[in-house]
């Protein structure tokens, strides 16, 4: 099988936060680019030049009409020399892995292999799905993997929100069913990415997205731990971590918060659990920092119960405002957001909740929308830091409220009574 010559005509399916700014990298890079998504909203708004994602402005896609077409329909798919999936992979009820979406992506998308097309997967998913799972269903197309077909495992490594490292500039890795499948995802990825690793398998792909994950899964999980012990010994966690933070080598800096959030930290580590204890091992670590973790935002609706506690308020019926919603800083992510859950345990105690976030209007679940922060302050008895979104006058928040508890470490170098920090 001849690799068609660049630039290549390239498909993505699913265009959230991985799949679209890898379908603008493939766009301005020259190549004809079919965005498929099954979300009509979606396709609504990439048609009228609409970004739906923080980092990507309305002017890119303007730019790149003429290159990305929007679709729907799988059938778009037959005419491209590569595909690459980008679909969910969320857990399921009992946090095991739900693989229906990518499970659906790949049935509808043998229903239109082409002979010589390359498919990659990018959804983070545990060792052994390219192969086991997604081999079978494409190759119900009628067609051979490694000879009339290429597959291979590349994980998406984008961090949202982040401009110091783009799709560019982060190196990219690859590992293909057979060597002639690598060769030909190396090839692609070479057209957006500087640097491209080729590994001997999917397997070690797969496995090496999930070990950057746990990596740091289990470092936020000790430095949140490290933060309630302080607490217990009246040390200041943030002193302790910028003191450590001195040590130009064998240190690396993880910071406490309100909790682990997003669609990656707090679920690609059971995508492991789940494998490993197919295989009758349980690993320990994953399980722990999952525990600590999701402990964290009720060790924060703890301290704000004793921070009104110090002014002789009860929970019930106070005024909190939440500033922040989103996972992390600068973007609308809810998934999986701590705010969600100190705002549910706030709630159910009674708290006359509010919140502010300029990039999460509304939290339907809740009942709550963002309010202006003006207002929000206003009467307010105490104001929670979740996410420290840029563009907001921390200084004068705690200025005006009565009392103000930072989850974040945003406020540090500002000393006020009415001020406590994690
Ligand atoms: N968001 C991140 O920061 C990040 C970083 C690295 C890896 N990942 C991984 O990348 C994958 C995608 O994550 P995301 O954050 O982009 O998710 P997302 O929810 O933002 O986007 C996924 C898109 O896929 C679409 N979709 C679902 N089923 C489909 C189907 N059968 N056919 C076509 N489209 C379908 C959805 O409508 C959605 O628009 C996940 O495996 C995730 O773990 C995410």
């Given at each position: 099988?001849?690799?068609p010559?660049?630039?290549t005509?390239?498909?993505?399916?699913?265009?959230?936060y991985v799949?679209?700014?890898?379908?603008?990298?493939?766009?301005?890079?020259?190549h004809?680019v079919?965005?498929?998504?099954?979300?009509?909203?979606?396709?609504e708004a990439?048609?009228e030049?609409?970004?739906?994602?923080e980092?990507?402005?309305?002017?890119?896609l303007?730019i790149?009409?003429?290159?990305?077409r929007?679709t729907?329909?799988?059938a778009?798919?037959?005419?491209c020399?590569?595909?690459i999936i980008?679909?969910?992979t969320?857990?399921?009820s009992?946090?095991?892995p739900d693989?229906?979406?990518?499970?659906?992506?790949?049935?509808?998308?043998?229903a239109?292999?082409?002979a010589g097309?390359?498919?990659v997967?990018e959804?983070?998913?545990y060792?052994g799905?390219?192969?086991e799972?997604?081999?079978?269903?494409?190759?119900?197309?009628?067609?051979?993997v490694?000879?009339?077909?290429?597959?291979?495992?590349?994980?998406?490594?984008?961090?949202?929100g982040?401009?110091?490292?783009?799709?560019?500039?982060?190196p990219k890795?690859?590992?293909g069913?057979?060597?002639?499948?690598a060769?030909?995802a190396?090839?692609l990825?070479?057209?957006?990415?500087?640097e491209?690793v080729?590994l001997?398998?999917?397997?070690?792909?797969?496995?090496?997205k999930?070990l950057?994950?746990?990596?740091?899964?289990?470092?936020?999980?000790?430095?949140?731990?490290?933060?309630?012990?302080?607490?217990?010994l009246?040390?200041?966690?943030?002193?302790?971590i910028?003191a450590?933070?001195t040590?130009?080598?064998?240190f690396?800096?993880?910071d406490?918060?309100?909790?682990m959030g997003?669609?990656?930290?707090?679920?690609?580590?059971?995508?492991?659990a789940?494998?490993?204890?197919?295989?009758d091992?349980y690993?320990?670590?994953?399980?722990?920092?999952g525990?600590v973790n999701?402990?964290q935002p009720a060790?924060?609706?703890?301290r704000?119960?004793r921070?009104?506690?110090?002014?002789?308020?009860?929970?019930k019926?106070?005024?909190i405002?939440?500033?922040?919603?989103?996972?992390?800083a600068?973007i609308?992510?809810?998934?999986?957001s701590?705010?969600l859950k100190?705002l549910q345990?706030?709630?159910?105690?009674?708290a006359?909740?509010?919140y502010?976030?300029?990039?999460?209007p509304?939290?339907?679940?809740?009942?709550?929308?963002?309010?202006?922060?003006?207002?929000?302050?206003?009467e307010?008895?105490?104001v929670a830091?979740?996410?420290?979104?840029?563009?907001?006058?921390?200084?004068?928040v705690?200025?005006d409220?009565?009392q103000?508890?930072?989850?974040?470490?945003i406020?540090?170098?500002?000393?006020?009574?009415?001020?406590?920090?994690?």
């Amino acid at each position: 099988m001849q690799p068609p010559p660049s630039p290549t005509r390239v498909g993505i399916v699913g265009l959230g936060y991985v799949g679209l700014p890898l379908a603008i990298a493939f766009a301005e890079t020259g190549h004809d680019v079919v965005g498929l998504d099954l979300d009509p909203r979606k396709i609504e708004a990439l048609n009228e030049g609409r970004s739906y994602v923080e980092d990507i402005g309305n002017e890119t896609l303007e730019i790149l009409r003429d290159r990305l077409r929007p679709t729907g329909d799988y059938a778009d798919l037959a005419a491209c020399d590569a595909v690459i999936i980008c679909v969910p992979t969320p857990l399921g009820s009992s946090r095991e892995p739900d693989l229906t979406y990518l499970l659906d992506a790949g049935d509808a998308l043998s229903a239109v292999l082409q002979a010589g097309q390359l498919v990659v997967l990018e959804s983070t998913t545990y060792p052994g799905t390219t192969r086991e799972r997604l081999v079978p269903i494409l190759e119900r197309s009628g067609r051979t993997v490694g000879s009339d077909f290429h597959l291979a495992f590349s994980p998406e490594r984008i961090d949202p929100g982040r401009t110091d490292y783009t799709v560019r500039t982060t190196p990219k890795l690859v590992g293909g069913i057979t060597e002639g499948c690598a060769e030909r995802a190396r090839a692609l990825y070479a057209e957006i990415c500087d640097e491209v690793v080729v590994l001997s398998t999917p397997e070690t792909a797969e496995l090496a997205k999930l070990l950057e994950n746990i990596f740091r899964s289990v470092n936020i999980a000790l430095v949140n731990e490290l933060a309630q012990l302080c607490d217990r010994l009246q040390i200041n966690v943030w002193e302790v971590i910028d003191a450590a933070s001195t040590k130009p080598f064998g240190f690396m800096r993880f910071d406490p918060g309100p909790g682990m959030g997003g669609h990656c930290l707090p679920v690609d580590p059971f995508y492991l659990a789940f494998k490993a204890r197919e295989h009758d091992f349980y690993p320990e670590f994953i399980e722990l920092a999952g525990k600590v973790n999701q402990a964290q935002p009720a060790f924060c609706v703890e301290r704000i119960e004793r921070a009104l506690n110090d002014a002789r308020k009860p929970v019930k019926g106070s005024k909190i405002l939440v500033l922040g919603a989103s996972y992390k800083a600068g973007i609308g992510d809810i998934r999986e957001s701590p705010a969600l859950k100190i705002l549910q345990l706030l709630q159910v105690l009674g708290a006359d909740l509010s919140y502010h976030d300029p990039f999460v209007p509304a939290l339907a679940d809740l009942g709550l929308d963002s309010v202006d922060l003006e207002d929000g302050l206003a009467e307010v008895d105490l104001v929670a830091i979740v996410t420290a979104h840029p563009g907001i006058d921390y200084e004068a928040v705690v200025a005006d409220a009565p009392q103000t508890i930072d989850f974040r470490g945003i406020t540090r170098g500002l000393e006020a009574e009415n001020l406590t920090r994690l």
